[in-house]
C-alpha cells in the first residue's frame, strides 16, 4: 500500500505541475505590450517576441513628416516591446522561480537573434527599390507550376489514387 500512495502522490504533483504549466503557457499566449507616443498619433501593440501585431495612426500623424512618424513609430514599437517583456518577466519569474527563470531566459536569448535598435536610418535610394514596370528592379514572376502527372492507367495494383474514392 505505501507504494501505491507514493505513486498517488507523485502522479498528483505531476498533474498540480501539469495544470499550472498549462496555465502559464497560456497566460504567456495573451501577453501583449502597448504603448502610445507623447501626443497619442500612434498606438502599437506588440507581441513578447516584438512582432507588432497593431498599429493605429490617427489623423494628426499625417500631420508629421515622413521621417518624424517613421520615428515615432519606431519609438513606440520600442515602447510596447519594453512593456510585453516586462509582463513576461512579471508572468513568468514568479511561476518558475529564480533560478528556473534565468534558465527560461537564457533559453528565450539562445533563440533569439541579437537585434541592433532600430533608429532613424537613411533610406535606400528609390533607385534600389522595385518599380513597377521596370524589369531591372521587379521581383521576377513565380516559375510556371508544372501541370500534375496523368494518372497511369497501368498502375493499380493498388486500387488507384489515394484522394479518390
Known amino acids: 500500500m505505501a507504494a501505491e500512495e507514493a505513486l498517488n502522490r507523485m502522479m498528483r504533483r505531476f498533474e498540480e505541475q501539469a495544470a499550472r504549466a498549462s496555465a502559464l503557457r497560456e497566460n504567456i499566449a495573451n501577453l501583449k505590450g502597448s504603448a502610445r507616443n507623447p501626443d497619442g498619433s500612434v498606438t502599437v501593440t506588440v507581441a513578447p517576441s516584438g512582432a507588432v501585431l497593431g498599429l493605429n495612426l490617427t489623423p494628426a500623424a499625417v500631420n508629421k513628416s515622413h521621417t518624424q512618424l517613421a520615428q515615432e513609430i519606431l519609438a513606440t514599437i520600442r515602447a510596447a516591446t519594453q512593456q510585453a517583456a516586462q509582463a513576461m518577466e512579471d508572468t513568468v519569474r514568479p511561476a518558475l522561480g529564480e533560478q528556473q527563470y534565468q534558465q527560461f531566459q537564457d533559453a528565450l536569448r539562445a533563440h533569439?537573434?541579437?537585434?541592433?535598435?532600430?533608429?532613424?536610418?537613411?533610406?535606400?535610394?528609390?533607385?534600389?527599390?522595385?518599380?513597377?514596370?521596370?524589369?531591372?528592379?521587379?521581383?521576377?514572376a513565380a516559375p510556371p507550376r508544372?501541370?500534375?502527372?496523368?494518372?497511369?492507367?497501368?498502375?493499380?495494383?493498388?486500387?488507384?489514387?489515394?484522394?479518390?474514392?
Request: proline share 24%; hydrophobic share 20%; glycine share 12%.
Open 146 to 165: 508544372r501541370p500534375a502527372p496523368a494518372e497511369d492507367p497501368g498502375d493499380d495494383d493498388f486500387g488507384g489514387s489515394i484522394y479518390r474514392r
Open 112 to 140: 533569439a537573434p541579437q537585434v541592433d535598435g532600430l533608429g532613424p536610418t537613411t533610406p535606400p535610394p528609390s533607385s534600389a527599390l522595385p518599380q513597377p514596370g521596370n524589369p531591372a528592379t521587379e521581383r521576377p
